[in-house]
């Protein structure tokens, strides 16, 4: 009887006309040594279906397990969000926009999250109409949060995001940009809700791990950072988890 699960994480590919081929040396070794893959939003560069095509092509030519994706901020650049979702979902991809899928006994739940800071420097919804639409919008996000995962039944649950849902993983990113990186609405459903493990991608420069105030692991996985913090090595984080709802390991990159 399986007792684990073992989950392939990277976020911010950032696909662009000239990154085919980028993800070949990689995508058979994901496909080994993980049963489910992750991708956490900035799938592309600019939104664009010949982008979305592109990585499309990679990803079902080699990768044999299930694929959750959630959007990210560049995807949506284009106004092109839902033909970049087709594309990908034609390919096998399962893009999640806060609904709940199980793998092999494991729940997940994805979203996309947005914008609003951190703690006690989070936004409210004060002001200016533009202002408190902003807030609306990031509450939305959390909302679709916690129905996704009020729905699973399973005892180990994992979320994938591409917004951060604590400051402890955009550490090492400016000051000034910590609101656009994430926010703290996030973060309250994954303790209510006890999640075991959580993705995120978006800062580029953010530190590789963190923990929510009650000690959930979260792990800051864009490619860019990957990159930089295990040169030479496989620009994805390996992570395998308990079925029965406890961490069973960790590796690096590679």
Not at 6 to 18: C, E, P, S, W, Y
Not at 74 to 84: C, I, M, N, R
Not at 136 to 150: C, F, N, P
């Amino acid at each position: 009887m399986k007792t684990s699960l073992n989950i392939a994480a990277v976020g911010d590919l950032h696909f662009t006309r000239n990154s085919q081929g980028s993800l070949q040396p990689f995508l058979a070794e994901v496909s080994a040594r993980a049963d489910v893959l992750l991708l956490c939003g900035d799938l592309t560069n600019y939104g664009l279906p010949e982008e979305a095509h592109l990585l499309a092509a990679e990803l079902g030519r080699a990768i044999k397990i299930p694929m959750l994706a959630v959007l990210g901020n560049h995807d949506f650049e284009s106004g092109k969000q839902e033909e970049v979702r087709r594309i990908l979902v034609d390919v096998g991809v399962i893009v999640l926009d806060g609904e709940p899928v199980e793998v092999e006994g494991v729940g997940f739940v994805g979203i996309k999250g947005f914008v609003g800071g951190f703690g006690q420097r989070m936004l409210e919804p004060w002001g200016e109409p533009s202002l408190k639409q902003l807030v609306r919008d990031s509450i939305d996000e959390t909302l679709k949060l916690e129905s996704g995962l009020a729905k699973l039944r399973t005892p180990t649950r994992v979320v994938l995001l591409h917004y951060a849902p604590i400051a402890g993983t955009v550490e090492g990113e400016p000051l000034e940009i910590y609101p656009f990186l994430g926010s703290s609405r996030l973060e309250e459903p994954l303790n209510r809700y006890a999640v075991n493990l959580t993705f995120h991608g978006h800062a580029h420069r953010g530190a590789l791990e963190g923990r929510t105030r009650s000690g959930i692991p979260v792990y800051n996985v864009a490619a860019p950072l990957l990159r930089r913090s295990f040169p030479g090595q496989i620009p994805f984080k390996f992570v395998s988890v308990s079925i029965g709802g406890v961490p069973a390991s960790t590796d690096n990159a590679a």
